[in-house]
């Protein structure tokens, strides 16, 4: 079974940076498909925030458009959120999501912004 585990979430000020990172893993050879970055804020639904497919192009929120970058290293399965100039309304629990033949996610990571 492929399990994924998250880093890099934590406190930062407005305007700052972080990087997530997220490696799959499993005991077995698996494939994946896409990975990808979702967020879930206090009283709101999860909401993706980025995807990237492999050997695609990758897509934003709109609301992160020009300033988060997601980037795949297939070679260590693993994905990255780089997150620049971060606001407030970015506060939330951020997961990672690794589509093989199913979803996995992730644990999550909080990623506190303060103002």
């Known amino acids: 079974q492929v399990q994924l585990v998250e880093s890099g979430g934590g406190l930062v000020q407005a305007g700052g940076s972080l990087r997530l990172s997220c490696t799959a893993s499993?005991?077995?050879?698996?494939?994946?498909?896409?990975m990808g970055w979702y967020r879930q804020a206090p009283g709101k639904q999860r909401e993706l925030v980025a995807d990237?497919?492999?050997?695609?192009?990758?897509k934003y929120a709109d609301s992160v458009k020009g300033r988060f970058t997601i980037s795949r290293d297939g070679a260590k399965n693993t994905v990255y959120l780089q997150m620049n100039s971060l606001k407030p309304e970015d506060t939330a629990d951020y997961y990672c999501?690794?589509?093989?033949?199913?979803?996995?996610w992730g644990q999550g990571t909080q990623v506190t912004v303060s103002s």
């Open positions: 499993s005991g077995s050879f698996f494939k994946i498909i896409s």
């Open positions: 990237i497919i492999s050997g695609g192009s990758p």
């Open positions: 999501r690794a589509t093989i033949s199913y979803d996995v």
